[in-house]
């Protein structure tokens, strides 16, 4: 569409939700296109978008397809945040330096999407595999699942999230940060690290009790203005559709 506004492809019940909820934040016009999934999966037409048929994709207002979320919001906001309102004030290297900055943001990110975002979609799989087993095997299959989660999954899932929870601690030790960057806005390690949250949580997998941290975050996102315009946008978020 070229009349100067990107276009997201958005799935329901996926992880655009987290980009929909960029898109509101920043306060620009889009178009938004709704895909019904088809047996949980996507239909053809995300396919026709992307040879991946992924959620979320975004076409900008130049005809460029974007995929991967992280990417996606990389775009958006050096597209269209030209303040700098979501985004950590100064980008210094990270050398010598345990500071705010884009490495801590690219760590926090890709503890999402490369050590969390595993570690679900392996408790997803086989809560699935459970529920499909032809009933004389399933009892082995929740074996499997069973000896899985307690030798391993669980705990690490745990270890993961406490130290996601430490992570928000505030510098001097006193109470915990807004926001991961310990900016006054979210940045991309937020909008990055919600979306793990909502899985794990509405999965019922994390106890939010647990991490007091992590808990008011949630709730902060939650509460946000842009978030509920998204999620009224969107036609609801939820993840536990399987
Ligand atoms: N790594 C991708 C993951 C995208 C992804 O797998 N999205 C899911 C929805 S949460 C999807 O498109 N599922 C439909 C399908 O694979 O058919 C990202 O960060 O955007």
Known sequence: MADGKPTLHY???SQAHLVLWVLEELGIEYHLVLHNRIAARSPPELKAVHPLGKSPTLVTPSGRVITERSAITLWLLNT????????IPSSPTGEGTEDDDVVREEQLISLGGAT??????????FELLVRRAPFFVRPLVAG?????NSAFLDAELAHVVGYLDSELAAKDGKGSR??????EEPTRADFS??????WANQ????????????KEFHARCLERPAWKRALEKGNGYNLKFW
Not at 178 to 183: H, I, Q, R, V
Request: proline content about 4%; hydrophobic content about 50%.
């Open 11 to 13: 799935l329901q019940d």
């Open 116 to 125: 969390l975002g595993p570690l679900l979609m392996m408790k997803l799989i």
């Open 178 to 183: 807004k926001w991961f960057l310990g900016t």
């Open 80 to 87: 269209y945040d030209k303040a700098g309102r979501f985004r």
């Open 144 to 148: 499997v699942r069973y000896a899985l």
């Open 203 to 214: 999965w019922g997998w994390i106890d939010m009790e647990k991490y007091p941290r992590l």
């Open 193 to 198: 690290t919600l979306w793990y949250l909502d």
